[in-house]
C-alpha cells in the first residue's frame, strides 16, 4: 500500500541536525481519517407537530427534490429545520406565521403543480431581496419581505444547508471528494 | 520555601511567545511559558477529519467530545493561533517596514529588512516553508521547500490575471511540502484550519516548544491566565500574577524579564489591566499609545463560479486550502491611495456550500444548479493594508467581566479615507480579475471586516508616539518585552505571521544576550 510505505519512509527520515526536531517518540503512526465520536440526531421532532411535520417534509420535497440523487426528504432535512428552528424564538414565531398562511392557502390539497405555482413568486422575491449598502457605523437595512416571503426565504436557506451538508447532498449529489490521504498535491493536466 | 526566579517569563504560547520561549532555551535562558488555556494533544484532540452530517446542527466544532476547551476567541490553548492558522507564510519587504518614507503615510518600523533577514532565513529553515522563488522586489525570497502544484482553478484564475498584467505566484506556507525534522509532508486532506493532526503545518506546541522543553530550561504552565504584570516601585517588572482557569485560584511567578505575547488585543488588554501607581493608565503607557495604532488588515470578497469548471467532475483538490497567491501590484501603478493590498484566494473548505441558498430558484432547477456549479465554486479575498486614525483602538469594557472578573478587551475599528480607497479599487480589481478568468459572479462584498490584529502596542524610535523600541522593549520599562502583532507600527498588506515569529526569534537572541552581559 502506497500509504503505508509512505509513512514508513516519514518515519525514516527523523531529523537529527535541526535545533528543534520534532520528537521522535511523538512520531504519528499509521495515520488513519477516523470519524468523531459523535452525538445521535433527536429520534423526534423538538418543536413540529405531526401536521407541522408534513408541511415541512412537503415544502422540502419541492425544494429539493430526488432526481437521479437523493432529494432533502431522503437526507432527512425536515429533521434539521425542526432543530434549527427549536433553537430561535425568531424562527418560531415566523415558522408559526408560515404554517398558518399555508393552511389558509389549502396547501396540503393543492395539486403539485399549484404548490409550485404558489411557491415560485415568494422564492422569486426572497432570491431578489437585498439587505441595503453597507455604511459605516450604521445598521444595514434588512429588505423588504412580505411574512410568506420571509418565510420561504428562511425555509430555503434551511434546506439548503440542511441538504448540502448531508451525507446525501454532499457526497451522494455533490460528489465530495475531499477528506482523504494524497501523497502529492496533482498537478493540473490540463491546457491553460 | 523560596519561589524560583525565572530569567524570563513568556506569557502566551502560540506562533510569537512559542518561538520565543523555545529560542530562548535553546539559549540556555531558564524560561517559564505561562499559557491561559489548555494542552493540546493535536493528533487526537481536533475534529480535524470530521464531516458536518457527524453533527446535528452540522456544525463541525472544533474539539472532539469531551477534549478541553479551546477558547478560539482568545485562543487560549498551549499553541495559541498557530493550531488553527492557514499556515500563509510572506516575508515583508524593505518597502513593507518603511511605508512612511516611502509614502508618508502611517509609521516606519525603526528597524531595516537587512534586520529582519537572518531572523526570516532561521525561522524558515527550522519550521519549513514551502514556496517559489519568484524574484519579486516587494516579496522577497527565502529558503524554501518545493512549493506545492496549483490547481486546476488557479491556473485559470492566473491566465485571466495574466491578460490584465496582474501576476499570481505559488503561495508560501509553513507547512511541509517534503518531511522534515520527524515530521510527516502535507497529505492535502483541505482542513488545515481545523488543526493539522499530522503536524504537517507548523504550530508553536509541537514544533517550537515540545522540543524546548526537553532542554530542561523551559517550563510550561498551562491553564494559567494572566491577569496583571507586577511591577515594583523601582520601575521593573517583577513577574505575573495569574487565576488558573480551572479552579480560578490564584498565583504568581516570578521572572527577571517579562515578555508579553498575547496575540495583540489581549496583550494590549493585560497591560491596560496592568495598572500600578507608576502607570496608572497601563502599564508602560507613558507615550498614551497603548492599544492606539489599532491597524489590523481588512478584507472584503467576491463569490464566484468559473465557467469552465461548471459541470465538471468534482475534483479532490482542497489541497491546503490556497496554494496560488496576487500579491500586490499596486505599488508600482497609479493610484489615489497610500499602500497596497494583496490577494487570497481559492481556499475555500468543499465540505460547505453556504452559498448554494444564493442560487435562484427550486426544485429540479434549483437542485441541478448548485450540483453543476460546485466545482466551480471559488473564494477571492483581497487584504488591504489599514493605515493608523484617532478612532481605531482597543481598550478595556468595564462593564463587560469574563468568568474570571477580568475586564473585556474591546476592539473599536474605524476605516479611515484611505482605507476606504484601497477597500473600493482592491474589490473592483478583484471583479476585474475574475471576470478575465471567466468567473460568473455569485456575490461580492461591499463591507471591510477585520483580520489578522495588529498594532495597539506599536515599535517606534520616539518613546513619545511609540510603545516600544525596535527590540519589542517596553519604552518605560527596561526589562518588559511586548512580542506579537501588537509590536507592528505598519501592518503591510501581506499575512503577518512569520514576521512575528522571525521578530520573536530576534527579539529572543537580544534577550539572551542581555541576559548574559548582566543587561537587564
Keep these: 500500500m502506497a500509504d503505508r510505505r509512505e509513512t514508513l519512509k516519514i518515519i525514516g527520515a527523523v531529523g537529527s541536525t535541526c535545533a528543534f526536531p520534532y520528537s521522535a517518540d511523538e512520531l504519528y503512526g499509521q495515520h488513519a481519517h477516523q470519524s468523531p465520536n459523535a452525538p445521535a440526531p433527536p429520534s423526534k421532532p423538538l418543536v413540529f407537530t405531526p401536521a407541522e411535520m408534513a408541511l415541512v417534509t412537503r415544502l422540502a420535497d419541492l425544494i429539493i427534490p430526488a432526481t437521479a440523487t437523493p432529494g432533502a426528504v431522503a437526507a432527512g432535512v425536515p429533521m434539521y429545520i425542526d432543530y434549527v428552528v427549536s433553537s430561535s424564538a425568531r424562527w418560531r414565531k415566523l415558522f408559526r406565521q408560515g404554517f398558518a398562511w399555508l393552511q389558509r392557502e389549502k396547501f396540503p390539497e393543492l395539486s403539485e403543480e399549484r404548490q409550485i405555482a404558489l411557491l415560485t413568486p415568494l422564492i422569486e422575491q426572497a432570491d431578489k431581496a437585498k439587505p441595503g449598502p453597507w455604511r459605516q457605523g450604521q445598521a444595514r437595512t434588512e429588505p423588504k419581505l412580505s411574512t410568506e416571503a420571509a418565510f420561504m426565504k428562511a425555509f430555503k436557506s434551511m434546506t439548503a444547508d440542511g441538504f448540502f451538508t448531508s451525507k446525501q447532498g454532499l457526497v451522494e449529489s455533490l460528489h465530495y471528494a475531499g477528506n482523504t490521504v494524497l501523497a502529492e498535491f496533482p498537478a493540473c493536466l490540463h491546457e491553460h | 520555601m523560596a519561589q524560583k526566579t525565572y530569567d524570563v517569563v513568556v506569557v502566551g504560547s502560540g506562533p510569537s511567545g512559542g518561538t520565543l520561549a523555545a529560542h530562548l532555551a535553546h539559549y540556555g535562558v531558564d524560561v517559564a511559558l505561562v499559557e491561559g488555556g489548555p494542552k493540546i494533544n493535536t493528533r487526537t484532540d481536533f475534529n480535524t477529519h470530521a464531516m458536518p452530517f457527524h453533527f446535528p446542527n452540522r456544525h463541525i466544532p472544533v474539539m472532539k467530545p469531551g477534549k478541553q476547551g479551546f477558547d478560539s476567541e482568545r485562543s487560549r490553548g498551549i499553541g495559541g493561533k498557530s493550531l488553527t492558522w492557514n499556515a500563509v507564510a510572506w516575508r515583508f519587504s524593505q518597502r513593507d517596514f518603511k511605508g512612511r518614507s516611502h509614502d508618508g503615510a502611517g509609521a516606519d518600523w525603526p528597524l531595516e529588512y537587512r534586520d529582519m533577514a537572518p531572523y526570516y532565513d532561521r525561522i524558515e529553515r527550522e519550521v519549513g516553508v514551502c514556496g517559489n522563488l519568484d524574484g519579486l522586489e516587494d516579496l522577497p525570497d527565502g529558503h524554501f521547500l518545493p512549493p506545492v502544484p496549483m490547481k486546476c482553478s488557479d491556473l485559470i484564475v492566473k491566465r485571466g490575471a495574466a491578460r490584465l498584467g496582474v501576476n499570481v505566484i505559488h503561495v508560501r506556507k509553513s507547512t511541509l511540502s517534503k518531511p522534515m525534522a520527524g515530521r510527516p509532508s502535507c497529505h492535502f486532506c483541505g482542513n488545515c484550519m481545523a488543526g493539522c493532526d499530522v503536524v504537517a503545518k507548523y504550530n508553536s506546541a509541537d514544533c517550537h516548544i515540545a522540543p524546548a522543553v526537553k532542554t530542561g530550561h523551559l517550563e510550561v504552565m498551562g491553564d494559567s491566565i494572566v491577569r496583571e504584570v507586577m511591577v515594583s516601585t523601582e520601575n521593573r517588572v517583577t513577574g505575573v500574577r495569574f487565576l488558573n482557569r480551572l479552579t480560578k485560584a490564584e498565583g504568581e511567578v516570578r521572572g527577571r524579564v517579562v515578555v508579553v505575547s498575547c496575540a495583540c488585543v489581549q496583550s494590549v ?127 478595556l469594557d468595564h462593564s463587560k467581566k469574563d468568568a474570571y472578573g477580568l475586564p473585556l478587551a474591546r476592539r473599536n475599528v474605524f476605516f479611515g479615507e484611505n482605507d476606504l480607497k484601497i477597500f473600493k479599487d482592491m474589490t473592483a480589481w478583484s471583479v476585474r480579475i475574475l471576470e478575465s478568468a471567466g468567473a460568473e459572479i455569485l456575490s461580492v462584498s461591499d463591507e471591510p471586516r477585520t483580520n489578522h490584529e495588529l498594532g495597539g502596542c506599536r515599535m517606534g524610535s520616539d518613546s513619545k508616539t511609540s510603545v516600544l523600541n525596535q527590540w519589542c522593549q517596553s519604552h518605560d520599562v527596561p526589562n518588559l518585552f511586548v512580542v506579537d502583532g501588537s509590536a507592528f507600527p505598519s501592518a503591510s498588506e501581506k499575512n503577518p505571521t512569520h514576521t512575528m515569529m522571525a521578530l520573536a526569534a530576534r527579539t529572543a537572541g537580544r534577550i539572551a544576550g542581555q541576559l548574559k552581559n548582566k543587561e537587564l
Design chain 2, 269 to 395: 488588554a493585560l497591560l491596560l489591566m496592568s495598572k500600578s501607581r507608576l502607570y496608572p493608565t497601563g502599564l508602560g503607557n507613558s507615550s498614551g499609545h497603548l492599544g492606539k495604532d489599532f491597524i489590523p488588515h481588512f478584507t472584503g470578497g467576491v463569490q464566484c463560479f468559473l465557467k469552465e469548471m461548471i459541470g465538471q467532475p468534482a475534483a479532490n483538490d482542497e489541497g491546503f486550502l490556497d496554494h496560488a497567491y496576487v500579491p500586490s501590484f499596486m505599488h508600482s501603478r497609479k493610484r489615489d491611495y497610500a499602500r497596497s493590498f494583496g490577494i487570497q484566494f481559492n481556499y475555500q473548505n468543499r465540505r460547505s456550500v453556504g452559498w448554494a441558498r444564493d442560487i435562484g430558484g427550486l426544485g429540479k432547477g434549483f437542485k441541478q444548479a448548485v450540483e453543476d456549479r460546485y466545482p466551480a465554486f471559488l473564494t477571492f479575498s483581497p487584504y488591504g493594508e489599514m493605515l493608523p486614525n484617532d478612532r481605531c483602538f482597543v481598550d
